[in-house]
């Protein structure tokens, strides 16, 4: 990969470990939450559920968008809506809002994922993909491995702390990426077909985009 490609590969990167790092940074503070707000564990549950299902309702959709308006914008947005729950979520006092925010969430996810996927393969060949594709799945992981040690500490100084400190990491990426991404041209090699739509709808279902929602649920019950 040329030294271009490493940097983009590395802001994209760094996009998902950043999101990914912002959902572990609530966990350990759900606890806390559900007993200033007086939250049912089951209600908590239904919050992680409504984050799940708007993903899986809008990621099809998103897919498409990624397609007709381009990886960049999709990625950028999918941030700044990520900022937005996170801080609507630390702010919220009542549970529609925290709903909302829930919400809001599954969307940025449904927006972040499908886009990255969609930049880091027109930006590699058949043979660079399958490393790419790892570290992008390592980035998911140490993210959400680093978030709840963080969290936990960021919980020390006030439980809304992780809130708002996810947001702002979600606005920074946002920002980083308006300035420093480029829209890609998709690199194609010989003997690549395009895609087929039983294919996209495959890759839009894929377990990748339900992560939050698999690793989470157990989390919040």
């Known amino acids: 990969m040329s030294k271009q490609q490493n940097v983009t590969l590395a802001i994209l990167l760094s996009n998902l470990f950043i999101a990914f790092l912002g959902i572990g940074l609530v966990i350990p503070v ?5 007993n200033e707000l007086n939250i049912s564990g089951s209600i908590v549950g239904f919050m992680v559920a409504a984050f799940a299902i708007t993903q899986l309702i809008v990621s099809p959709i998103a897919g498409k968008l990624v397609d007709r308006i381009g990886r960049k914008v999709m990625i950028v947005a999918g941030l700044f809506i990520f900022g937005l729950s996170e801080l609507l979520f630390g702010l919220g006092r009542t549970v529609e809002i925290l709903f909302i925010s829930r919400m809001l969430g ?3 996810a449904a927006f972040i994922m499908p886009a990255v996927t969609a930049y880091i393969a027109d930006i590699t ?7 790419a594709l790892g570290y992008m799945s390592a980035a998911i992981s140490t993210g959400f491995i680093i978030g709840p040690g963080l969290g936990g500490f960021l919980a020390e100084y006030g439980t809304r702390i992780p809130f708002y400190a996810a947001g702002i990491l979600g606005f920074i990426a946002a920002l980083l990426s308006l300035s420093l991404l480029k829209e890609p041209t998709r690199l194609i090699n010989e003997g ?16 990748l985009y339900f992560i939050p929602f698999f690793i989470l649920w157990p989390c919040s019950l």
Do not use: C, D, I, N
């Open 106 to 108: 599954g969307v940025s």
């Open 192 to 207: 690549e077909a395009s895609p087929s739509m039983l294919g996209s709808v495959k890759r839009v279902f894929s377990p």
């Open 30 to 34: 759900l606890p806390t939450l559900m």
């Open 125 to 131: 060949t058949l043979q660079q993909r399958p490393k």
